[in-house]
């Protein structure tokens, strides 16, 4: 049986820091966004805290930056 748990968080700022890091980072938007996987106009919709932000496509971002956002869940630090 499969027993679904959604849970979500408020990171305040995290679209600011996201577009901070891949400012410091040397390749173009759409090679990074490519990276992610998502298009550059995805990319700008997450900066801007346009839309919900999956937490795998925060990994993903995270990955490809090369960055930790600290963005943690509950059930994070009981499975640690």
């Known amino acids: 049986m499969t027993i679904l748990k959604e ?13 901070a890091a891949r400012e410091r980072d040397e390749r173009p938007l759409h090679e990074i966004a490519s990276a992610a996987g ?15 932000l ?4 925060l990994r993903l971002i995270e990955q490809v930056l090369e960055v930790d956002f600290g963005v943690s869940f509950e059930e994070d630090a009981a499975n640690d």
């Open 54 to 57: 999956p937490v795998e496509t």
């Open 38 to 52: 998502m298009s550059s106009q995805n990319w700008y919709r997450i900066e801007k805290e346009r839309q919900t």
């Open 7 to 19: 849970v979500s968080t408020y990171a305040p700022g995290l679209g600011d820091r996201i577009k």
